[in-house]
């Protein structure tokens, strides 16, 4: 009766070497896999080898009147006052302004009754109302440099005040007093795309010639 735990002691014994045998197997099989993986079989590039890119299409900007934020300097006959625009740049790269080019002196801002310019304002319109941007010559097209350089944000707006840029002749009519303008279309912009800064808008700018 006691043999036997004896027996199943070297069965034990006997498994316990197989499983020992077994294991070196794998471990040696495992080292030949890793040996193979750590050999390096260099391979180059092929003669003209390239990629794919491709540059954006430009869009023109659009500048267009806006009641916010108001103007601060307000037009009198002989003075001058604030123009407020909204600058719009459809690309998908910043674009810097640099100088705006304005129509002749001649041409002049159509009178509304209010800040949505949307009632004509009775006795103030664009051939009557004598207000006109400031500096513009007898010559459309002339170009007007920037105080400061103002760069629009890629599929981006800019909200910029034109600090004293809109001109009121002394002989302007008493029916434009207390009217909101919509000014002369610019004739163009000095501008370029490309990375740069944005400007923080609402933003406050001028030409002084």
Known sequence: MRARPQKLHKRTRFWSRRSIVVSAAIGALLA???AYAATSWVVGLGSGSNALSQS??????????VATPSPSNLLF?????????TITNPNPFPVTITAVQLPANTSYAAGFTS???????????????????????GT??????????????????LSV????????TAAAPVACEGTFFSMP???GVTATGGAAT????????SWTS
Request: hydrophobic fraction near 35%.
């Open 32 to 34: 030949g896999g890793g």
């Open 56 to 65: 954006a299409s430009v869009t023109n900007l659009t500048i267009s009147a």
């Open 140 to 157: 459309s097209g002339s170009s007007h440099t920037l105080s400061s350089a103002l760069t629009v944000a890629a599929n981006g707006t």
């Open 161 to 168: 005040t034109l600090t004293n840029d809109a001109t009121m």
């Open 198 to 205: 944005v400007t923080t808008g609402p933003a406050t700018d």
């Open 77 to 85: 006959p002989g003075g001058t006052g604030d123009a407020v625009a």
């Open 185 to 187: 279309s610019l004739t």
């Open 115 to 137: 800040a949505a310019l949307g009632t004509p304002q009775s006795g103030c319109s664009s051939t009557t109302s004598d207000v006109a941007w400031n500096f513009a010559t």
